[in-house]
């Protein structure tokens, strides 16, 4: 089991920074790599960007260039800065873990709610 604490959601202007953090417990060792994935009212799940255990990256073209995931495997946290936030960046945002095995339990936050005002 692995338990997934999402925080950092707030209320931000349009050209603002947030940090988001995702703390990770449990079975940290199953864990392969972990990813942010957001969802705005009436729309699809999507992802936003995920960061592996040796650190390699994929961002959503949406993102590229204003958002950076990082991790701590010191605090089993992972981070996501987002900079130059837009309205269409409000959502909630969810941290996400997938194991190692193949078809195993995907584990989710409860998410965080950003919300960026024109």
């Known amino acids: 089991q692995v338990q997934l604490v999402e925080s950092g959601g707030g209320l931000v202007q349009s050209g603002g920074s947030l940090r988001l953090s995702c703390a990770a417990s449990g079975s940290i060792a199953s864990i392969k790599y972990m990813g942010w994935y957001r969802q705005a009212p009436g729309k699809q799940r999507e992802l936003v960007a995920t960061?592996?255990?040796?650190?390699?990256?994929i961002y959503a073209a949406s993102v590229k260039g204003r958002f950076t995931i990082s991790g701590d495997n010191a605090k089993n946290t992972v981070y996501l800065q987002m900079n130059s936030l837009k309205p269409e960046d409000t959502a909630v945002y969810y941290c996400?873990?997938?194991?190692?095995?193949?078809?195993?339990?995907?584990?989710w936050g409860e998410g965080t709610l950003v919300t960026v005002s024109s």
């Open positions: 960061i592996s255990r040796a650190g390699n990256t």
């Open positions: 996400k873990a997938v194991p190692w095995v193949t078809g195993g339990m995907e584990y």
